[in-house]
Nanobody, 119 residues
Framework: VQLQASGGGLVQSGGSLRLSCTASGFSLESYAIGWFRQAPGKEREAVSCISGEDDSTHYRDAVKGRFTIPRDSARNTVYLQMNNLKPKDTAVYYC?????????????WGQGTQVTVSS
């Protein structure tokens, strides 16, 4: 059972990246998926999430209108599509999977993927 985050890299300001959060050994269908980020010297913060109940989505204000979080059930993957990236988006990005039957804490965490946005 594993959750893997991937897709990070170096991009110029205004560019785009698509992060992937892929599960192996279990289906993401019954899980809420969250994307988090942690910049150097700062605490981890929630970026976006998609519900395991009805696929409703939520975004922190700083990324609204720039990021989306589509779910691809066929690939057992949830993406974080990041457009119009800004230097302040630079961070290590993590994904989590939280089971509907145990919503108080994430069940799985993926390893981080580095996103660096140059000005």
């Amino acid at each position: 059972v594993q959750l893997q985050a991937s897709g990070g890299g170096l991009v110029q300001s205004g560019g785009s990246l698509r992060l992937s959060c892929t599960a192996s050994g279990f289906s993401l269908e019954s899980y809420a998926i969250g994307w988090f980020r942690q910049a150097p010297g700062k605490e981890r913060e929630a970026v976006s999430c998609i519900s395991g109940e009805d696929d409703s989505t939520h975004y922190r204000d700083a990324v609204k209108g720039r990021f989306t979080i589509p779910r691809d059930s066929a690939r057992n993957t949830v993406y974080l599509q990041m457009n119009n990236l800004k230097p302040k988006d630079t961070a290590v990005y993590y994904c989590s999977a939280t089971a509907k039957w145990a919503p108080s804490t994430p069940t799985y965490w993926g390893q981080g993927t580095q996103v660096t946005v140059s000005s």
